[in-house]
Structure formats: C-alpha cells, structure tokens
C-alpha cells in the first residue's frame, strides 16, 4: 500500500505482550521500531494517516476487547485491520 501510494511507511512492533520475534523478521525484516508498554495506547498514539493493526483472527467471544479492535478505537486517525489467511501462512511455514 505505501509503495502504491508513494507514501512512507514507519513499521512498529508492540512488546506488551506474547510477540513471535521469528515471525515479526520474517514480515518486516530488520528494520521496525518497538513500543514497550501498553499496545493499545503505545499504537493508538502513534501520529500518522493511516495506522495498519495485525490481527490474530479470533473468533467468538475471544476477540472483545482484542488489542487490534481497541486500537481502531483509540487511535486518532483512520485504522486498517488486516485479518486473514495471509499471516496464518506465514506462521504456518514457520511451524512446518
């Protein structure tokens, strides 16, 4: 999407919780920026025009309250949720 748009894209990693560092290198390479603390408000804070949240795909009740839903709450500018079978592939190939 940012090369489409010719816009900059700065990749971010929240450590507050249970992050796979062998999945985050093979999505973004070497090159992210890491927010300790709180997820939710460490993303929601971030200043950009568009915030793009991982989603681990819960289904059921499990997902209220999930930290991709509270941050498309909190965040002060527009939030893509990217769903689907494209990071289960990824984490698929890891665990082979």
Partial sequence: ???RFDAGLAPIVATGGDVDE????I?????YE???GDSVAALAAW???LLVVGS???HGLKPL????ERVADEASCS??????PAWQRVREELFR
């Fill in 1 to 3: 999407m940012a090369r």
């Fill in 22 to 25: 062998r999945l985050v290198a």
């Fill in 27 to 31: 999505i973004l390479g070497e090159h």
């Fill in 34 to 36: 890491q927010c300790h």
């Fill in 47 to 49: 200043e950009s025009d």
């Fill in 56 to 58: 681990r795909g819960l």
């Fill in 65 to 68: 309250g999930s930290v991709s």
């Fill in 79 to 84: 939030t893509l949720i990217v769903r689907g």
